[in-house]
Structure formats: C-alpha cells, structure tokens
C-alpha cells in the first residue's frame, strides 16, 4: 500500500521542516510514503470562505484517483487513541487498498465534493491546531503508529 499525506501550503518554520524530514524518514523504512504539498491559494485574503474552499478542493482533486482510500483529517472526525490508530492502519493495509491519501484541509475545512470523496475523518484532537503544526503531529502518529503495528519499542503503553 501506498500512503501519500495531501497538504496546502509549503513549511515555512524550520522546526517543523526538520521534525517532518525525521519522521518522513522514519516512515519510508516502514512504507511506501511521500508528501505532497499544493501551492497556497493565490489571493485568499480577497476570497469567500466558499471560494477559498472551492479553489483549494480543485487543487486537491488533481492529486486525487478514483481508486484513492481518502481520509479526511478533520476536527469532526473519529478520534483514536495511538494504538487504536494503529489497528486502524493495519486493518486497512490487511484490505486491497493500494493508494491511502491523508487530506489535510485549509482553514476552513473541507469542501463539500471532496467531503463526498472520503471514506473516512479522523480528527488528531479536539484542541486546534496550525496547519504546518498538524503535519509534525501526524507525521508522528503515523510513525508511532508503524512501530506498534512492528510491535517495537517506540511506543510505550
């Protein structure tokens, strides 16, 4: 299986670049991964919150296959503990889904065709998060999640 994390906007705080980087490492010894960041939407300041999401999904769908298992990261979705995360993962890499894309949405969420997409949302916590601070969290969960499945010492419950 195939996991991609789908993201607006580049990292522009070198912590969180260098955090990223560690994990994204950490992540490819397990699985096949990669980033992929879309460029900012261009005069957001100037749009509706339904034209920056409307702008930001057409971005979104070009990286999107109809045969993607798509799941939102959203502050509405399930929440799971890191080990139930982990189950979650492997019961899904136990399936035939050969593309997993993890969506991260802008400021104001998700559209509503790309909402019609996704199989699933999770959210990371009922606390709200920056965008760039969102990936290092997740990237973490996803590694963390890697070194349960494998059974290692990373984590400890």
Known sequence: MNITLLLTGKTDLDYI???????????????????????????AKNL???????????AQLKHLAKADY???LDEYGTEYGSVEFAAYLES?????????????????GFSPEV????????????????????????L???????SIIKNEKYHHS
């Open 17 to 43: 670049q260098k955090g990223s980087d560690e994990y994204i490492k950490r992540i490819k010894r397990y699985n096949n991964f990669e980033v992929i960041a879309i460029p900012d939407i261009k005069n």
């Open 92 to 108: 899904r890499m136990h399936q035939s889904i050969k593309n997993m894309v993890f969506l991260v949405g802008g400021a104001y």
């Open 115 to 138: 909402k019609k997409l996704a199989h699933h949302s999770i959210s990371l916590s009922k606390l709200t998060f920056p965008h760039q601070l969102v990936r290092l969290i997740f």
């Open 70 to 72: 798509i799941i939102l």
């Open 48 to 58: 509706s919150m339904d034209q920056y999401k409307r702008m930001e999904a057409d």
């Open 140 to 146: 973490e969960q996803l590694y963390r999640a890697f």
